[in-house]
């Protein structure tokens, strides 16, 4: 028997269900030998009797009794965690550096009681407890990151299921990170291969203005020669050369409270550790060594991460992969060519041998020598001499949350004439772009046609862009004689304050923008009320959408004499996937299928098409044709989201 199996038989103990012999027997015989599992039976009938007998108080009266508790927690020196120094933070993070505890306290009076069998059940939550813990996370997470200046950690990692022959690998992972953008990253094999492989040795460097990274490059063999990158010149905070800080605090996998759940506490390294759970694909910043180089399993995007933080630094201790329920999942892994793996059986973990703060030597963050080292083109400048450079005087936001002035650099590719102005405190950035001679037909910077028209405070129009696990959040604004664009690891409120700062209004997208040909067919975004008078049916929107996706644009597709429309759905928070596309347009039939396996279903009784490779669900109904695409969801939840569709909202 393994944790993750204890803790869950305990909890259905302590829910009422009564276990078999065999796994009571189990059960007893792991408490006997493992401390961490006594130490979660134990915490777990806290809560229990917590959530049973006091009535959870409303959130503003568990303010005084937890800091009177950190002010007392706050004398002792807790084990296991070696630090070196005592952590620098400023002044407006002195409050907001609490919220760690306070998360892990509502983890307990709030959603302890679902955990682990309290009086309520789920229809008798109070409004909004249940998400409150996982707010907290989300906040305390962010909080956590400006003025944090440096860390070192070391970890294992447990692979499973890698192939036929390789059922089990063990590798170390050591992370280094400096304020600001020294990153260091080295993943050593050490596997006892039955026969001859090529290791998976990783290393990664980022030191400000270069980036070096090696691995294994792909080959046929069974031995495989590696592969060096070096760039220098390299834009602050690039996506083309990034820093996975995530795994020194994950605030892209932590963004948003919607897409995570809070699922009780335990102990890592002899601290106590709150734990949330989400999808693979939300938080896939967590694994950044996948697509370092060497050979690694896959993932489903549905596949279940538990993480556990530090419920005082909010640093990720431990992280496990179980894999998730279900026939898509299972038809995945037989494509995959994947044993059948049961879900409460973790396929990965990471986990934390030594976590210490203090700042490591220069000459960690050292860029080795290689033969070829790319360019990337950001020549550094005063930002006084921006003006001589490319003719105008970058504006600048009155609020930057506290950040520091950074790197000022000129790009040489692709945006020439733009400046970009970086700030940064800790693990926290800014990044603003602008130019004065944007001449595309789409959004300044790494934001799509599709995105997110917002509003900002105080007025202006911005187009807005979630995360992913290359980019921060994004901004663009089009504004009378400049182009601006944003990018930042801040939540979504304070970015959108930082661009409401900005001495400039956001205009709508221009005419010429909205409207594009693609192949003979005429595309135009417009706005839901516009779609709807253009179109001879009744357009149809879902009353339900998964967690955390929300709408963000419309287009109408002209092609011929139809005249159809494409919806567009997001997921605010950082992810690889999470975006849904729904089409409809007038017919009586389904189009010829766009891949060769097909399964056949219903949609509220009219005929459906699911194509499991496209993630796409197809049907007919009333004269109208619809098609549901959404990488990364489960058939059900797609289904339900089809089934869900209404008239015009």
């Known amino acids: 028997m393994d944790h993750e199996q204890a803790e869950r038989l305990i909890s259905e103990r302590l829910d009422g269900e009564r276990l078999s012999s065999r796994q009571t027997v189990a059960l007893e015989r792991h408490l006997e030998t493992c401390a961490e599992c006594r130490a979660f039976e134990r915490g777990a009938w806290r809560l229990r009797e917590s959530a049973r007998f006091e009535v959870a108080p409303a959130v503003p009266d568990l303010v005084e009794p937890i800091m009177a508790a950190v002010e007392g927690e706050s004398r002792q020196t807790r084990p296991g965690l070696r630090v070196a120094r005592p952590m620098r933070l400023p002044r407006r993070l002195m409050f907001p550096r609490l919220a760690p505890v306070i998360a892990a306290a509502l983890a307990g009076v709030l959603v302890g009681s679902l955990v682990v069998g309290g009086p309520w059940s789920d229809d008798e939550v109070p409004p909004g407890r249940a998400a409150l813990a996982a707010e907290h996370v989300s906040r305390g997470v962010a909080a956590a990151a400006g003025g944090f200046t440096a860390y ?70 069974a031995t495989c020669p590696q ?51 989400l999808p693979f694909e939300r938080s896939a910043s967590l694994f950044p060594f996948l697509s370092l180089g060497g050979e690694w399993r896959p993932f489903f995007p549905q596949d279940r991460v538990r993480i556990w933080l530090d419920a005082e630094s909010w640093f990720p201790l431990r992280w496990r992969a179980f894999p998730a329920a279900g026939r898509e999942r299972a038809a995945w892994a037989l494509r995959f060519g994947l044993p059948r793996e049961a879900a409460g059986t973790s396929v ?136 601006l664009y944003l990018e930042s690891n801040l939540p979504r409120d304070r970015l959108l304050e930082v661009a409401a700062s900005l001495p400039v209004v956001g205009l709508p997208m221009p005419d010429e923008w909205r409207v594009r040909e693609i192949g003979g067919v005429v595309v135009e975004r417009v706005t839901l009320e516009e779609a709807a008078a253009a179109i001879l049916f009744g357009l149809a929107l879902p009353e339900s959408l998964p967690a955390g996706v929300a709408f963000t644009s419309v287009e109408l597709v002209r092609a011929g004499g139809s005249v159809g429309v494409t919806v567009y759905y997001r997921d605010v928070a950082a992810s ?43 049907w007919v109904r009333d004269g109208v044709y619809a098609s549901l695409d959404g990488v990364g969801f489960e058939l059900e939840e797609l289904l339900a989201v089809a089934e869900s569709m209404d008239g015009v909202r």
């Open 227 to 277: 592969r060096e990158t070096s760039v220098r010149n390299r834009v602050p905070f690039s996506s083309a050369a990034p820093a996975p800080t995530d795994l020194v605090l994950p605030l892209a996998a932590l963004a948003e409270p919607d897409v995570m759940d809070v699922v009780g506490s335990g102990t890592v390294l002899g601290h106590e550790a709150v734990v949330v759970e």
């Open 348 to 483: 990965f973990e990471v986990e934390a041998r030594s976590v210490e703060l203090a700042p490591p030597p220069a000459g960690v963050f050292e860029i080795p020598s290689t033969r070829r080292t790319e360019d990337q083109g950001a020549r550094p400048v005063r930002l006084e001499e921006v003006r001589a450079v490319t003719g105008f005087e970058p504006v600048a936001p009155a609020e930057v949350d506290g950040l520091e002035l950074y790197r000022v650099v000129i790009p040489e590719t692709p945006e020439a004439g733009a400046a970009i102005v970086t700030y940064a405190d800790g693990l926290s950035f800014l990044k603003l772009g602008e130019t004065r001679s944007w001449a595309a037909a789409a959004p300044f910077g790494a934001v799509g046609l599709q995105a997110e028209e917002v509003m900002l405070p105080g007025g202006g129009v911005a187009y807005f862009e979630p995360a992913t696990p290359r980019l921060g959040r994004r901004l663009s604004i089009h504004a009378a004689g400049t182009d």
């Open 576 to 618: 690889a996937g999470g975006a849904l596309r729904l089409h409809q347009e007038a017919a009586t039939s389904l189009p010829p299928a766009s891949a060769a396996e097909q399964s056949k279903l219903e949609v509220d009784g009219a005929p459906a098409r699911w194509t499991a490779s496209r993630s796409r669900l197809e």
């Open 152 to 221: 070192h950690a070391e970890f294992t990692i447990t692979e499973r299921n890698l192939s036929d022959e390789v059922r089990e690998r063990e590798l170390s992972m050591r992370v280094w990170f400096r304020a600001p953008e020294r990153f260091r990253l080295d993943v050593e094999d050490r596997t006892d291969y039955p026969s001859p492989a090529t290791r998976t040795d990783l290393r990664l460097i980022v030191d400000r203005d270069r980036w070096y990274t090696s691995g294994p490059a792909p080959c046929p063999s």
